[in-house]
DNA sequence: CAAAACTTGTAGAACGATATACGTAGAACG
DNA sequence: CGTTCTACGTATATCGTTCTACAAGTTTTG
């Protein structure tokens, strides 16, 4: 008498006995791989359900692939990495395909250990939203396994895919928004990181900020703040910036997030907005609509940037090599926070 | 001569010949297991600290604990998660233990294939936040694998430990609170779920609701709303709430997230906030401090239950199986969207 | 001082998939 | 009709750990 087998889990072999195949042919079956009739697989197919076979993902990983795809945001406060996320799900909707959520809380420490986690984990690809990490270490993890990466500008020669909206055409929008309303003094509150990169989506987007200056003749009053780690401290830089000597009328902010605590600080200090001061974020999250924000800010579609990176995450994984790079044209959205000033 | 490694990788084999012992005795070391003298202990560290030698966890997975946790968040648009997420990771820093998110988006189907997801990633432990599950799956999953909830009022007899704040208390607190701040017609405004359970906050916070009306002889003016699936729907029924004869004069939320939607629709109607309309949340989350929105909430505080869920994770995984159950008091946080009326 | 108990280490069988190498038909070809 | 293809299946080594069973050496016990 065969040994029999002991634990109650369902394997492979459990599916290949029940359908009276060989193991191997499961795993084709598995696999969508070269070399099985029609009537093996609807075979195998009937065993897997009637016993409800489930892959073990572990044992996968020792050998091919795990079908699992590594999402890493900076943070999960910020709405926008939501609507992200979500374009990212529709588009494994219908595949084998899992995605599993790393947080960096932006400090390139833990973005780096959270990479060196999922590689240890076997994933089959990596999506990274705006990283923190050298250009060198990206390569390097490029190297190591397919990546996407939203919210980073690559240089040539990349071994990775991006997605990205036009960082600098959003930016300009956003000047020429603010100058047509009648705003002249105009900020740009940027992110802080400890080194600027010319791969970040701020760097692309302050030099959108200064040309644009430039052309609408408003060079002189270019200021560019750095809003820092906390909230608390964010807000006394705003705080600050808002009692200086020469208070800018409009206020452009990297990204929604932080355009809210200006609203706030602002309200603290009386201002009125847009009446005293202008402000305009980016991204234009779920919040700007709100009728006590009411915030102008730049579109950048997070659905379609997620769902292109997964797309393209996909075809990486079944063989693409050359880099690819796809980028939306930002729109804006006109509301309260920038209405036009009144003379 | 004897076969040389071909792979480049670092494996436990590779560390047990650099440092001249067996692939057992290094294992022995990697898992703190007894029998492992100190000084073969720090000459195996070193190894593999030389080695750069990293677990492959997918390996682990097939035979022993993969040292990875799942989290499950219904949202991530709400940023009390994120407290709670970051009080997990404060309790997991200086550990083996790493944590992968997964996000429900509040179906209860998307929820079922995420656990399945990690149960077959071979995950050492699960917590959840908020289950939308029906109890009995609760309990079959909290079977296969070591579970935390947070957010769920267990039943007697259950085999997983949560972690919650006294939701009841929670909304005595704030119909205390109106109450005595010259408001009657308090309305609370509940999550939209397809089939209450007793185990639901929500479920608990509309019973202390309802007491804490009773008792404050308020008890006429129970009205209990329900918030919809989107922000649009969720505005709509709050604006048909706002405009009805018997418009309440403060609406208690069930969440913060919410109340700032409701924050909104009130602006937009042309009603002031507290004069015309109170409004209170839930979760005390960062956006309840911002000027523009000034909202009175209860602070459950997110960073210890995230904490707690963790610790007892970890100890459950270590092998008790004795159901805790952590609750926190929760803590009323006055601010202008509750200040008291003048008569 | 022999027997028992403990300590420290090793060998090697799992775990559940993948994928290579090969076997066996039947079809196509000259 | 023998040879070469093609299509379909199978047997089995392999991946990197964990962990049981056991061996050898050392200390304690009676």
């Given at each position: 008498m065969a040994p029999v087998k002991k634990s109650?889990?369902?394997?492979?072999?459990?599916?290949?006995?029940d359908a009276g195949v060989s193991v191997a042919a499961v795993s084709k079956v598995l696999r969508d791989a070269y070399g099985v009739s029609e009537a093996l697989r609807t075979k195998v197919r009937a065993s897997m359900s009637r016993l409800g076979y489930r892959p073990h993902a572990a044992a996968r990983g020792m050998r091919g692939q795990t079908y699992t795809l590594g999402f890493l945001i900076p943070?999960?406060?910020?709405?926008?990495?939501?609507?992200?996320?979500?374009?990212?799900?529709?588009?494994?909707?219908?595949?084998?395909?899992?995605?599993?959520?790393?947080?960096?809380?932006?400090?390139?420490?833990?973005?780096m250990a959270l990479i060196e986690a999922m590689i240890d984990r076997q994933m089959d690809g990596l999506i990274v939203i705006g990283p923190r990490m050298m250009s060198q270490d990206v390569m390097q993890v490029a190297a190591r396994l397919p990546t996407v990466l939203i919210g980073h500008h690559a240089t040539p020669g990349a071994n990775f895919d991006t997605v990205n909206?036009?960082?600098?055409?959003?930016?300009?929008?956003?000047?020429?928004h603010l100058?047509?309303?009648?705003?002249?003094?105009i900020a740009y509150l940027n992110q802080q990181v400890t080194d600027a990169e010319q791969?970040?989506?701020?760097?692309?987007?302050?030099?959108?900020?200064?040309?644009?200056?430039?052309?609408?003749g408003l060079g002189k009053h270019i200021q560019v703040f750095q809003?820092?780690?906390?909230?608390?401290?964010?807000?006394?830089?705003?705080?600050?910036?808002?009692?200086?000597?020469?208070r800018p009328d409009a206020i452009f902010c990297w990204t929604d997030f932080i355009a809210l605590?200006?609203?706030?600080?602002?309200?603290?200090?009386?201002?009125?907005?847009?009446g005293d001061l202008a402000v305009v974020?980016?991204?234009?999250?779920?919040?700007?609509?709100?009728?006590?924000?009411?915030?102008t800010s730049i579109d950048q579609s997070g659905q379609v940037l997620g769902l292109q990176a997964a797309r393209l995450l996909v075809e990486r994984i079944k063989g693409r090599d050359q880099a690819e790079h796809f980028v939306v044209t930002p729109r804006l959205v006109a509301r309260a926070s920038s209405s036009p000033r009144r003379p």
């Open positions: 109650g889990r369902i394997t492979i072999r459990t599916v290949a006995e943070d999960m406060r910020n709405p926008f990495f939501s609507d992200i996320f979500a374009g990212v799900n529709v588009a494994l909707e219908r595949t084998q395909y899992q995605t599993l959520l790393g947080v960096s809380e932006s400090a390139t420490s833990i973005e909206n036009d960082d600098r055409l959003g930016a300009e929008l956003v000047v020429q100058a047509a309303a009648g705003y002249s003094h791969t970040m989506v701020t760097t692309h987007r302050e030099i959108g900020y200064r040309q644009a200056m430039k052309d609408a809003a820092l780690q906390t909230s608390r401290e964010t807000q006394g830089v705003v705080r600050h910036m808002l009692q200086s000597r020469n605590e200006v609203l706030s600080v602002a309200r603290e200090l009386g201002l009125s907005v847009p974020g980016y991204d234009n999250t779920a919040y700007c609509d709100l009728a006590q924000n009411a915030l």
